[in-house]
T-cell receptor, first 112, second 109 residues
Framework: DADVTQTPRNRITKTGKRIMLECSQT?????MYWYRQDPGLGLRLIYY???????NKGEISDGYSVSRQAQAKFSLSLESAIPNQTALYFC???????????FGPGTRLTVL | RKEVEQDPGPFNVPEGATVAFNCTYS??????FFWYRQDCRKEPKLLMS???SGNEDGRFTAQLNRASQYISLLIRDSKLSDSATYLC??????????FGKGTKLSVKP
């Protein structure tokens, strides 16, 4: 089984809808991250969390919120989706003291 | 200046060729450096970390020049399976990663 999983893998929604993307990990890592990837722009950091009580904004947090329900779970919400939030979203984890981040398979979100 | 800048690419090379990717970063205080590989529509995966002394992993060699804020990746004897996008990545101050836009490599028979 994959160490970092994301659900859903693909989602098409309409402008104004609330969407939640979920991430779960079995690596026991305390640090979790949400990135989005757009063609020509690379991956950009949305939010990150060092533990359940520590949530931080990244480079492009506007229009997004997150919830760290447990060490293993980190959810990203779009309160009112808009078309320019159409992108590929990746969750990643990292262990304390380690450099390597491990990515989930991504969620492809399309907002019409 | 972008935090991490890479060669624009794409690179189209024949099998067996040697190809080099270059990258520059803007934050002189950066402490960690990586090359990630990303296949089409898949997640990025760590190819190798980059150390000041340079490091090699099989056909792949990574170099770091802190004075010039420059990172490189050399792929020797390229294979069809090396076709992917290569991402230059620098560690951020919050433990996050700062990605370059990536360089696409296509290795042709």
């Amino acid at each position: 089984d994959a160490d970092v999983t994301q659900t859903p893998r693909n989602r098409i929604t309409k402008t104004g809808k609330r969407i939640m993307l979920e991430c779960s990990q079995t690596k026991g890592h305390d640090r979790m991250y949400w990135y989005r990837q757009d063609p020509g722009l690379g991956l950009r950091l949305i939010y990150y969390s060092f533990d359940v009580k520590d949530i931080n904004k990244g480079e492009i947090s506007d229009g997004y919120s997150v919830s760290r329900q447990a060490q293993a779970k980190f959810s990203l919400s779009l309160e009112s989706a808009i078309p320019n939030q159409t992108a590929l979203y990746f969750c990643a984890t990292r262990g304390q003291g380690g450099d390597t981040q491990y990515f989930g398979p991504g969620t492809r979100l399309t907002v019409l | 200046r972008k935090e991490v800048e890479q060669d624009p690419g794409p690179f189209n090379v024949p099998e067996g060729a040697t190809v080099a990717f270059n990258c520059t970063y803007s934050n002189s205080a950066s402490q960690s450096f990586f090359w990630y590989r990303q296949d089409c529509r898949k997640e990025p995966k760590l190819l190798m970390s980059v150390y000041s002394s340079g490091n090699e992993d099989g056909r792949f060699t990574a170099q770091l020049n802190r004075a010039s804020q420059y990172i490189s990746l050399l792929i020797r004897d390229s294979k069809l399976s090396d076709s992917a996008t290569y991402l230059c990545v620098v560690g951020g101050s919050q433990g996050n990663l700062i990605f370059g836009k990536g360089t696409k490599l296509s290795v042709k028979p």
